[in-house]
T-cell receptor, first 114, second 110 residues
Framework: KAGVTQTPRYLIKTRGQQVTLSCSPI?????VSWYQQTPGQGLQFLFE???????NKGNFPGRFSGRQFSNSRSEMNVSTLELGDSALYLC?????????????FGEGSRLTVL | QQQVKQSPQSLIVQKGGISIINCAYE??????FPWYQQFPGKGPALLIA?????SEKKEGRFTISFNKSAKQFSLHIMDSQPGDSATYFC?????????FGAGTTVTVRA
């Protein structure tokens, strides 16, 4: 069974640009969550989608947005990039909601903002 | 702000020793407490989880101890092995939102 796939794995952008990251969940999983990982901060919750609807959102500015498609694939977008957005962005999928089951994480997309 | 406070930030243990990671929380509504293990270059993976109606859960060499009154829980890694060297994250869930601790990097010296 294929795991969670995230693309691209690495990318470099400059301040002010925007970026779109993609996540393909495990087949059959309907919930997709996004996390930002930085040293010392751990994993910060961005948002969760279930059946194309955003169910939860973390405390990130509106520059961070996401969506989920009918096939459960998800994308997140960061506009007007800032240096502090440099991080590993992790996507996780699960059968049901985040709190009731195991999260399966992808290997992440490492974003560097120059 | 961090809803789950995790300590220590890092620890070094000799092979065969015990690694102990502690987490504390304030929100008494949290109802699910998982631990995730992350190896370099990989995403985190669920290691073990506990619900607040249980005080201890053991899976192989990994044990979660849960103290509801103190609002603390901890992970014990018994007989630590070099392959256990990884970053460990505790987490707590409420209303379908999972809050992670900042992580503990464990290094097991052979």
């Amino acid at each position: 069974k294929a795991g969670v796939t995230q693309t691209p794995r690495y990318l470099i952008k400059t301040r002010g640009q925007q970026v779109t990251l993609s996540c393909s969940p495990i087949s059959g999983h309907r919930s997709v969550s996004w996390y930002q990982q930085t040293p010392g901060q751990g994993l910060q919750f961005l948002f969760e989608y279930f059946s194309e609807t955003q169910r939860n959102k973390g405390n990130f500015p509106g520059r961070f947005s996401g969506r989920q498609f009918s096939n459960s694939r998800s994308e997140m977008n960061v506009s007007t990039l800032e240096l502090g957005d440099s991080a590993l962005y992790l996507c996780a999928s699960s059968l049901q909601f985040t709190s009731t089951g195991e999260l399966f994480f992808g290997e992440g997309s490492r974003l560097t903002v120059l | 702000q961090q809803q789950v406070k995790q300590s220590p930030q890092s620890l070094i243990v000799q092979k065969g020793g015990i690694s102990i990671i502690n987490c504390a929380y304030e929100n008494t509504a949290f109802d699910y407490f998982p631990w995730y293990q992350q190896f370099p270059g990989k995403g985190p993976a669920l290691l073990i989880a506990i619900r607040p109606d249980v005080s201890e859960k053991k899976e192989g060499r990994f044990t979660i101890s849960f103290n509801k009154s103190a609002k603390q829980f901890s992970l014990h890694i018994m007989d630590s092995q070099p392959g256990d060297s990884a970053t460990y994250f505790c987490a707590a869930s409420w209303r379908d939102k999972l809050s992670f601790g900042a992580g503990t990097t464990v290094t097991v010296r052979a």
